[in-house]
């Protein structure tokens, strides 16, 4: 029984020998084949950096206006009688828009216009009377007292019979009506809008920090998507004063070819043209990778050029052209960290980590690794503008 159960124990361990090694043997093997296979050659789009010039901007929301814009609304109260616009009608300085029932003022300035005319006829007889020697100066006083008043009291009933029309104080286009005929309106309702569509403009903000940046008459471009800045204009106008609660400074500037493709209330990007800058280092913004150890970038160099540092997996200043790549040779990508800077138009300020020449990967960086081959093929080429999104070969 004994003999039975050792004979057991040393098949038992034989056995699980053999697994254990049989595993460890092929562990190592795989661990043999895959040191010794070649890394792949990963295919991207690169782009080399040269010296530019960088024309920085601020970008901003704003709120398109008219230039010329009011809520119409009548001068006293009464019946409308007549509208004499339609929605979207275009109206001249002085047009009469609404009518009200001004038969009692009529009738008014009538009777007291009658009233001035006995009043002028009677200076007129008092006038012949003096010169004949006959009136006394306190006739004539009177006289003249009474035709002035009453010719004062035409002129207010006049102005009061002009308050029952409502007339366009400017050129302009008339919004929808918000009133009837044979509605009782008074002073404070809303007839209608009128906006002047010739010249719009737009109000904006921008931080206190920029207020130093801004200039009366300085370009600025409007667009109503991020990539796309149809329209253009200048600045008209700055507060001088910078809100204390926002910390933001309100700008207005003139659109001059709107050519009524945006309405008043309608939200706009707005970038504000600065003078632009000689000697810029900038790449693409497809071409940073933000990491938690900082951004960096893929710059293309030649197999055997030496690496820039102990590890270009730390922040270095690996920007030299010695490594740029020669037509012919094995390129690696080799990872560079950077400082970023300034943004605009779909690309990036670098001011620290790279030189003129660097070829940086702007396309494939997902499947890179540090040191790993590379082969250039630009047919796919990012784009670079603003909002646009990069395409993997």
Request: glycine share 10%; charged share 20%; with cysteine.
């Given at each position: 029984m004994i003999k039975?159960?050792?004979?057991?124990?040393?098949?038992?361990?034989?056995?699980?020998?053999?697994?254990?090694?049989?595993?460890?043997?092929?562990?190592?093997?795989i661990q043999?084949?895959?040191?010794?296979?070649?890394?792949?050659?990963?295919?991207?789009?690169?782009?080399?950096v040269e010296p530019a010039t960088w024309t920085p901007s601020i970008e901003a929301i704003g709120t398109v206006g008219?230039?010329?814009?009011?809520?119409?609304?009548?001068?006293?109260?009464?019946?409308?009688?007549?509208?004499?616009?339609?929605?979207?009608?275009?109206?001249?300085?002085?047009?009469?828009?609404?009518?009200?029932?001004?038969?009692?003022?009529?009738?008014?300035?009538?009777?007291?216009?009658a009233q001035a005319a006995i009043g002028a006829q009677t200076l007129e007889r008092a006038q012949a009377l003096q010169r004949r020697g006959v009136g006394s100066d306190a006739n004539l006083d009177a006289a003249r007292a009474v035709s002035n008043n009453s010719s004062a009291q035409v002129a207010k009933l006049?102005?009061?019979?002009?308050?029952?029309?409502?007339?366009?104080p400017f050129s302009g286009t008339m919004g929808i009506p918000r009133i009837?005929?044979?509605?009782?309106?008074?002073?404070?309702?809303?007839?209608?809008?009128?906006?002047?569509?010739?010249?719009?403009?737009?109000?904006?903000?921008?931080?206190?920090?920029?207020?130093?940046?801004?200039?009366?008459?300085?370009?600025?471009?409007?667009?109503?998507?991020?990539?796309r800045f149809e329209f253009h204009g200048t600045i008209t106008g700055i507060e001088p004063k910078v809100d204390p609660t926002s910390r933001l400074v309100a700008v207005r500037a003139e659109i001059v070819d709107a050519g009524g493709r945006l309405s008043p209330g309608q939200f706009v990007q707005v970038r504000v043209q600065l003078p632009p800058e000689d000697g810029v280092l900038a790449v693409p913004?497809?071409?940073?990778?933000?990491?938690?150890?900082?951004?960096?970038?893929?710059?293309?160099?030649?197999?055997?050029?030496?690496?820039?540092?102990?590890?270009?997996?730390?922040?270095?200043?690996?920007?030299?052209?010695?490594?740029?790549?020669v037509a012919g040779q094995k390129l690696v990508a080799r990872q560079v960290f950077v400082k970023p800077g300034r943004r605009d138009g779909g690309r990036v300020e670098i001011t620290e980590g790279l030189s003129g020449g660097d070829e940086v990967v702007t396309a494939g960086q997902n499947r890179l690794i540090n040191g790993g081959p590379v082969a250039v093929d630009n047919s796919v080429v990012p784009q670079t503008s603003s909002g646009a999104q990069a395409s993997n070969p």
């Amino acid at each position: 029984m004994i003999k039975r159960f050792i004979i057991a124990f040393v098949l038992l361990v034989l056995v699980c020998g053999g697994i254990v090694g049989f595993n460890m043997f092929r562990d190592r093997a795989i661990q043999q084949y895959f040191a010794s296979m070649p890394m792949p050659t990963t295919t991207v789009s690169a782009t080399k950096v040269e010296p530019a010039t960088w024309t920085p901007s601020i970008e901003a929301i704003g709120t398109v206006g008219a230039s010329r814009g009011v809520d119409l609304t009548v001068e006293t109260a009464g019946v409308v009688k007549k509208i004499e616009f339609e929605a979207n009608q275009k109206v001249r300085q002085g047009e009469v828009l609404v009518q009200l029932d001004d038969a009692v003022e009529r009738a008014d300035v009538e009777a007291q216009k009658a009233q001035a005319a006995i009043g002028a006829q009677t200076l007129e007889r008092a006038q012949a009377l003096q010169r004949r020697g006959v009136g006394s100066d306190a006739n004539l006083d009177a006289a003249r007292a009474v035709s002035n008043n009453s010719s004062a009291q035409v002129a207010k009933l006049e102005a009061v019979l002009e308050q029952k029309q409502l007339r366009a104080p400017f050129s302009g286009t008339m919004g929808i009506p918000r009133i009837d005929a044979g509605q009782y309106v008074t002073p404070g309702v809303t007839v209608a809008t009128l906006q002047d569509l010739e010249t719009m403009r737009a109000d904006f903000s921008v931080p206190e920090q920029r207020l130093g940046d801004l200039r009366i008459g300085q370009p600025v471009e409007f667009g109503l998507s991020g990539d796309r800045f149809e329209f253009h204009g200048t600045i008209t106008g700055i507060e001088p004063k910078v809100d204390p609660t926002s910390r933001l400074v309100a700008v207005r500037a003139e659109i001059v070819d709107a050519g009524g493709r945006l309405s008043p209330g309608q939200f706009v990007q707005v970038r504000v043209q600065l003078p632009p800058e000689d000697g810029v280092l900038a790449v693409p913004q497809t071409a940073l990778v933000a990491s938690l150890y900082g951004d960096y970038v893929y710059v293309v160099r030649s197999a055997d050029a030496p690496a820039a540092g102990a590890s270009e997996a730390t922040p270095s200043q690996a920007g030299d052209a010695a490594g740029a790549p020669v037509a012919g040779q094995k390129l690696v990508a080799r990872q560079v960290f950077v400082k970023p800077g300034r943004r605009d138009g779909g690309r990036v300020e670098i001011t620290e980590g790279l030189s003129g020449g660097d070829e940086v990967v702007t396309a494939g960086q997902n499947r890179l690794i540090n040191g790993g081959p590379v082969a250039v093929d630009n047919s796919v080429v990012p784009q670079t503008s603003s909002g646009a999104q990069a395409s993997n070969p």
